[in-house]
């Protein structure tokens, strides 16, 4: 009686990973046409107003719309990053990132204005996690990925030559795993029945008692 939200979840990877190597592919070298950005301006207009309140009262919703997220893009601007995906993030500057602890992430992020940017992760501290810092790319329409693993210490990305502006936070979700991670336990099966080893510590009483 599960629900098959499992293969949903696989499905869905694979299809966004093979979208992400076709836009890799078209990226590099290739004409200047960027077929990941469609302009759908009904779109738009289907959104809700902007409640930044209603957002900020709606955890248990955010968390829900990270649970399926593996990959985020970002635009690079001086001012701000700007997200672009997840929807959730869609159009806010420095959006905060919902992850995790233990799924893989990409960040792909695109420079937008041809300003020395790049991308790095950091603790509350301000201390870069784990080498996770991209190299300087000032090149306008170039795009970079940082893959990394979420853990409990991230707490804000930033564009180190822009800190003062390119910086947002990064949320770790509490048990945001429970029911569809990559749990590989099927429960159920309570096979551990029998194997009543004998501990077979027979006492050697009183060896030493010479008398
Ligand atoms: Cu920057």
Request: glycine share 12%; charged share 40%; with cysteine.
């Amino acid at each position: 009686m599960r629900p098959p939200k499992r293969l949903d979840r696989r499905s869905l990877l694979k299809v966004t990973g093979a979208a992400g190597l076709a836009a890799l592919v078209a990226g590099c070298g290739g004409p200047d046409e960027e077929p990941e950005e469609v302009d759908d301006p009904e779109e738009e207009e289907e959104e809700p107003g902007d409640d930044p309140e209603d957002e900020e009262e709606n955890g248990d919703a955010d968390a829900e719309a990270w649970a399926d997220v593996d990959e985020i893009v970002l635009d690079g601007y001086t001012e701000a990053w700007e997200g672009v995906e997840p929807e959730p993030i869609a159009g806010e500057e420095n959006p905060t990132l919902v992850l995790t602890p233990g799924e893989e992430y990409t960040i792909t992020w695109e420079n937008a204005d041809g300003q020395g940017h790049n991308i790095a992760i950091r603790d509350a501290d301000g201390q870069v996690i784990d080498d996770y810092a991209t190299d300087i790319m000032d090149e306008e329409g170039e795009t970079q990925d940082l893959e990394f693993e979420a853990t409990d210490e991230m707490a804000e990305y930033v564009c180190e030559p822009h800190e003062g502006t390119m910086l947002g936070e990064i949320e770790i979700a509490e048990n945001g795993a429970e029911g569809e991670a990559d749990e590989e336990e099927e429960a159920g099966d309570e096979e551990e029945a029998g194997d009543e080893e004998e501990a077979g510590d027979e006492e050697e009483a009183g060896g030493d008692d010479d008398v």
